[in-house]
């Protein structure tokens, strides 16, 4: 959905309250290129899902990894201790 925004009226309100032309101008202009930069539902359940997949795959990986090093270190004492731990 586009947002629009009438920059002369708003040019004018701000004016009517006591601010400076160029104040005004610059407000209204800051105003204008913030618009269409908005974030949406969708956005950021995308990035949401995208943030826990990664997440996922990291905690398997890590899980692999402690996995395989006690997998490790058990034949590593079996080996020593002669299978009698």
């Known amino acids: 959905?586009?947002?629009?925004m009438d920059t002369m009226k708003t040019l004018r309100m701000l004016q009517n309250?006591?601010?400076?032309?160029?104040?005004?101008?610059?407000?209204?202009?800051?105003?204008?290129?913030s618009q269409g930069?908005?974030?949406?539902?969708?956005y950021l359940d995308a990035r949401l899902s995208a943030?826990?997949?990664?997440?996922?795959g990291d905690l398997y990986r890590a899980l692999w990894i402690q996995g395989g090093s006690i997998v490790l270190?058990?034949?590593?004492l079996g080996a020593i201790t002669g299978g009698a731990f």
Request: net charge negative; charged share 25%; glycine share 8%.
């Open 1 to 4: 959905m586009a947002h629009t």
């Open 17 to 33: 309250t006591g601010m400076a032309e160029a104040q005004a101008e610059a407000v209204t202009r800051a105003i204008q290129d």
């Open 37 to 42: 930069e908005f974030v949406t539902r969708d």
């Open 51 to 56: 943030e826990i997949g990664n997440l996922r």
């Open 73 to 76: 270190i058990l034949a590593g």
